[in-house]
């Protein structure tokens, strides 16, 4: 079976943009609330940071669940690892995550300023400075006949979108307004030369669900 590239649970604002401007160590999203866009996912009972028992079920749940399903490799940009700019300053920096990171694969962040790879718990991070295609083949020999999941941001899927590369789609977009930042469209109607699209609404009410696959 093919392995597929898919964009899963990548949340945007109304206005199309994956994170705002200004993003640094305390704010991975910039001038964005991240608290505001991922709610729908951290109601949900598989929200894997929830606390408490409980959460929802339904729809959204199931998108949240389904997050790691049959995922062998993730794909992602610089800037969602890190905020640093330019060369690396600090090598002991080691991404947002922790000792745990939520990935449980290989994991190849795209940047011009190469580093040494490393592991936390089972995650392993590459670092690659190559086209999307080469990127993609990296990632699916990583992943040993699973899918590849392209985790973002906005810039990094549109680099793959515009390389043809992406088999499927699915992004939260949220009634709030970012104004400026990273992204990922005008409009979802960009894509429909290339790809169905269904458009479902959240139960919780606070994002609406697009889901894309190629034609």
């Keep these: 079976m093919a392995q597929l590239l898919r964009v899963q649970n990548f949340n945007v604002s109304q206005d199309g943009f994956g994170a705002g401007e200004h993003q640094s160590l305390e704010r991975p999203f910039g001038d964005a609330d991240p608290g505001a866009m991922f709610a729908w996912a951290g109601a949900t009972a598989s929200w894997p940071n929830r606390t408490d028992p409980g959460g929802s079920h339904g729809l959204d749940d199931y998108l949240t669940r389904d997050f790691r399903n049959n995922i062998g490799a993730e794909i992602m940009g610089r800037n969602k690892f890190s905020p640093q700019r330019g060369p690396w300053q600090d ?14 694969t290989p994991v190849f962040v795209m940047t ?14 590459h670092f690659v400075d190559d086209e999307p295609a080469a990127v993609l083949e990296r990632a699916r020999e990583a992943a040993q006949g699973k899918d590849v999941r392209l985790g973002g941001g906005a810039s990094v899927i549109r680099q793959f979108l515009d390389a043809d590369l992406v088999d499927t789609l699915h992004v939260a977009v949220s009634s709030t307004k970012i104004g400026a930042g990273s992204r990922l469209w005008e409009s979802p109607d960009e894509l429909l030369d290339r790809f169905h699209l269904d458009v479902v609404p959240s139960p919780s009410g606070a994002v609406t669900h697009h889901l894309f696959w190629r034609k």
């Design 91 to 104: 090598h002991e920096w080691q991404g947002w995550w922790g000792d745990e990171p939520p990935f449980h």
């Design 112 to 125: 011009h300023h190469l580093r040494p790879s490393f592991s936390l718990s089972d995650t392993t991070f």
